[in-house]
Structures are given as C-alpha cells and as structure tokens.
C-alpha cells in the first residue's frame, strides 16, 4: 500500500498537460519591416493586437526601444505599445537595438538591456504590471560558457527571467517577399507566401512535437518565436486556427515555464540561436538542424535574391 501512496504521489508531481499548450510570443517590436510609412506600422500592430483578442491568445511582445525614437513620431510609436497593454496582452526587453550578444562586449550587452527597458518598465508599471522576461536577439545566448554565464547571473539580477523558444518557422524569410508584395500591391505573390507560411509553420509544430518525444518521453508547452510583421499581421489568424484544430491551448509565458524542462541547461553556444529542445543536448544540434524541415527551394531562392 505504501508503495502504491508513493507511486500515486510521484505521478502528482509530473506536469499535467491534458492537451497541447502553446505561448506565442512576438519579437522585434514595434517594427520588423519592410514598412510603407508609421501609418502601416500602426495598422499591423493593430491587426496583431486585435487578431490576439479575438483568438484569446495571451501574446507577449519583445521590445526593442530604439524603434520608438524617430523624429516627430515618437508620441504615436510609444501609443503603439499602450495599444497592445490596452488589449491585455504583455510586453519584454529585447534588448534597446538589437545587437548580437555574440559579438557585442558583455558590458555593453548588458546596457543594451537596461537602455532598453527604460520606456516599457515604466509603461507597464502604469497598468499594473511590470517588466519581467527578456529575449535575445537572434537567439544568441552568448559568445563564451563564461560570459554567458556572468550574462545570466546580471539578468538575475535584475529581475529577469529568460524567454526560451521551442518553435520558429522562419517567418522573416516569407515576410520578405509578403511585405514587397504588399508594397507593390501583388495579392497574388501575398496569398502565395501567406499560405506557403501557415503550411510550413504548422508543420514546424509536427516536427517539435516530435523532437520533444524523443528527446523528452513526453509533451511540453511550446514557445512559438515570430515577428511583428505584415505577414503575421494578415497570416496569424490562420495560424491560431490551425493550432486550435491541432488541439493547441493558448497560454502565458508563466505558465508555460512552470514546466520544469525550462530548468534544465542550456548548452549552446554559437553564432546563431537554435530551439531549447536541441539546447539541451548539445551533441545532437546540427543532427537536429539537418532533418527538420526545409522551406520550399523556390522560396529560399526568391529570398536569396
């Protein structure tokens, strides 16, 4: 009986995740172009706002404050992030720039961060909340065991917590071709990369899902990384739909890292950032990179061009 009560007890403490749980998260705010002028730049914040609200989808945003200092629009860019408190959803530090921690000095780095905090504490201060996750640029951790590690030791220190990512699909790639297709007025070469995204998104999810139960033995909440862009202005909608028909529960960057797999170890250092599923097993990374799957040739040819 005793060993049954422990049994039961252990099970009780796993995570229980009754279905599949995702976090959506936005980088490279307020812009990640190309942009016609600020009124496009406020027409797709809003459209990502307003599509969130509607899907009940708890987005975070990830902050770089340099793209709210523009002469004469700095009033209606900082209104930018006010709209997207105003609809309940959350914002984060990434970083005053955007810089590449791989080669940026650690003290700078570490400036870029608190320069890059100093509007949106304050407006998240106003409603209530405060300033809690930070995301690196380009997923780079770090150019040294060493740095990384007194880098995460300052970020500590400062209240933060780290906004890992499980999920990327390259939606920067499609975007590119979407946002001059928007510019020149081409809805044919618009839905072309629209749908191809959604398609190439949802299959990223299959992929991670499986990389999860290999690795893992079981599901985790993921954590989706795109940009505050045209494509995802007019395209994440589907993609919300399409993760609900997967069984996919939206929920908050907190709860997500609740799971415990977020405490383990990241082992990665290099140039480029990769999933948190292949940072905690270092070895397999580029065996990982080599078998996910690939954007369609033509479209990383119009891309490369």
Not at 65 to 89: C, D, F, M, P
Not at 119 to 148: A, V, W
Not at 202 to 216: C, I, N, R, S
Request: charged share 25%.
């Amino acid at each position: 009986m005793k060993i049954l009560s422990a049994i039961f007890l252990f099970l009780l403490s796993l995570p229980a995740i009754s279905q599949k749980q995702v976090v959506i998260t936005i980088d490279d705010l307020i812009s990640n172009g190309p942009f016609i002028d600020l009124a496009h730049i406020q027409h797709v914040n809003q459209q990502v706002i307003d599509t969130a609200v509607s899907f009940e989808v708890p987005v975070i945003g990830f902050v770089n404050e340099q793209k709210l200092h523009r002469k004469n629009e700095e009033v209606a860019r900082k209104q930018i992030l006010r709209n997207w408190l105003e609809g309940g959803l959350d914002l984060g530090n990434h970083t005053y720039s955007h810089p590449s921690f791989y080669n940026t000095p650690l003290e700078d780095f570490k400036n870029e961060v608190i320069k890059g905090e100093v509007f949106t504490s304050s407006l998240l201060e106003e409603y209530g909340s405060k300033m809690r996750y930070f995301r690196h640029p380009f997923l780079n951790t770090g150019p040294d065991s060493l740095t990384k590690a007194k880098f995460e030791q300052f970020l500590s220190e400062q209240g933060y917590t780290v906004a890992p990512v499980t999920v990327e699909s390259g939606d920067y790639i499609f975007n590119k071709m979407y946002a001059k297709a928007v510019i020149e007025g081409d809805s044919s070469e618009m839905k072309a990369m629209g749908e191809a995204y959604v398609s190439h998104t949802l299959k990223m999810f299959e992929w991670y899902e499986g990389v999860a139960d290999q690795t893992l033995g079981r599901a985790i909440p993921h954590i989706y990384l795109c940009h505050v862009n045209p494509l995802n202005a007019d395209y994440l909608g589907e993609i919300y739909q399409g993760l609900k028909d997967k069984g996919y529960e939206f929920i908050t960057l907190e709860d997500a890292l609740k799971d415990p797999v977020f405490d383990n170890t990241d082992y990665h250092i290099d140039k480029w950032g990769v999933s948190w599923l292949y940072r905690w097993d270092e070895g397999k990374v580029k065996e990982w990179l080599m078998a996910e799957p690939e954007i369609a040739p033509e479209i990383l040819k119009k891309y490369n061009q």
